[in-house]
């Protein structure tokens, strides 16, 4: 499952498209998190705002979504003057039990799993 705006993924993954392996959606996370049930996804990847808000919001509304040995990816944990990323992984890890167990340091790329 890939959610994205960007006509590129749609040629990237255009043969896994026709044969059903993957579905591309454009819609905003606030609407498509409904589209699907609880305990749906083994992974799910954040790549969006960077605001403090936004991010929280995004991680506790996705990770109903997430199997119980699923995982919740991210991009951006990074300092920046503008960026809430860090902050907000860091609260959702600390309310909803989590841990990080990847972080790439170069793309400030991460993965975070239940305890």
Same mark, same amino acid.
């Given at each position: 499952?890939?959610?994205?705006?960007?006509a590129?993924?749609?040629?990237?993954?255009?043969r896994?498209?026709?044969?059903?392996?993957?579905?591309?959606y454009?819609?905003?996370s606030?609407?498509?998190?409904?589209?699907?049930?609880d305990?749906?996804?083994? &992974?799910?990847?954040?790549?969006?705002?960077?605001?403090y808000?936004d991010v929280?919001?995004?991680?506790?509304?996705?990770?109903?979504?997430v199997?119980?040995?699923g995982?919740?990816?991210?991009?951006?944990y990074?300092?920046?003057?503008d960026?809430?990323?860090?902050?907000?992984?860091?609260? &959702?890890?600390?309310?909803?039990?989590?841990?990080m167990?990847i &972080?790439?340091?170069?793309?400030?790329?991460?993965?975070?799993?239940?305890?």
């Amino acid at each position: 499952m890939i959610r994205t705006r960007k006509a590129t993924t749609n040629i990237k993954f255009s043969r896994q498209i026709s044969k059903g392996g993957v579905s591309v959606y454009s819609l905003s996370s606030e609407y498509a998190v409904q589209l699907f049930p609880d305990l749906y996804f083994d &992974f799910v990847y954040h790549d969006a705002s960077h605001i403090y808000e936004d991010v929280i919001r995004d991680l506790v509304q996705w990770e109903k979504k997430v199997k119980v040995n699923g995982f919740i990816c991210g991009h951006d944990y990074i300092q920046h003057e503008d960026f809430g990323v860090i902050d907000a992984v860091d609260k &959702f890890c600390d309310l909803y039990n989590y841990e990080m167990i990847i &972080f790439n340091k170069n793309g400030g790329d991460y993965a975070l799993s239940r305890k």
